[in-house]
T-cell receptor
């Protein structure tokens, strides 16, 4: 079935370091891909999305490129801030039948000053 | 401001008790969803509704019930049949159920069993 695999956390970085959080997926057809962010005690916020192969989603300095050949959607940021500390979820949406979201397990990012 | 509100933020349930979690949206969205989040796990879909007076079971509907009498409201009842209800519950909505539609999430309700 459809699934999303994320790197296990926590990912611990110093401020201004480069961030990569890996995400790979398994899906039938051509899913849409998403990154959501969850700050402590809050709901999920959409960070970025891509709906077709080679699309690049970007927001707030974060980027991710939809790679069909490697079935990946890795999240990157060139210089993280303490305020980026949160849990990041990769998700896919199948585009046939009921188009539900399938989530990865989440990756916690901790950024220290 | 438009958005999704969930109440209460924390909810306590006693053995054998049903509890209802509220979800309200003023975004004029047609579709609404309930997810459950457990520590170290992704979100799992409980129920969803594509239109008023219609709803469907998700992946883990057992022990839960919903209603959709108004477009803006989608309450979730956790019944006594749900044996492990302690979790973080998230409500979401989207303009409609379709390929280009992004789901927007509320702030969540944390349910604890006494």
């Amino acid at each position: 079935g459809d699934s999303v695999t994320q790197m296990e956390g926590p990912v611990t970085l110093s401020e201004e370091a480069f961030l990569t959080i890996n995400c790979t997926y398994t899906a039938t057809g051509y899913p849409s891909l998403f990154w959501y962010v969850q700050y402590p005690g809050e709901g999920l916020q959409l960070l970025l999305k891509a709906t077709k192969a080679d699309d690049k989603g970007s927001n707030k300095g974060f980027e991710a490129t939809y790679r069909k050949e490697t079935t990946s959607f890795h999240l990157e940021k060139g210089s993280v801030q303490v305020s980026d500390s949160a849990v990041y979820f990769c998700a896919l949406r199948v585009n046939t039948g009921f188009q539900k979201l399938v989530f990865g397990t989440g990756t916690r990012l901790l950024v220290s000053p | 401001d438009g958005g999704i509100t969930q109440s209460p933020k924390y909810l306590f349930r006693k053995e054998g008790q049903n509890v209802t979690l509220s979800c309200e949206q003023n975004l004029n969205h047609d579709a609404m969803y309930w997810y459950r989040q457990d520590p170290g796990q992704g979100l799992r879909l409980i129920y969803y509704s594509q239109i008023v007076n219609d709803f469907q079971k998700g992946d883990i509907a057992e022990g839960y019930s919903v209603s959709r009498e108004k477009k803006e409201s989608f309450p979730l009842t956790v019944t006594s049949a749900q044996k492990n209800p302690t979790a973080f519950y998230l409500c979401a909505s989207s303009p409609r159920q379709g390929r280009q539609e992004t789901q927007y999430f509320g702030p969540g309700t944390r349910l604890l069993v006494l």
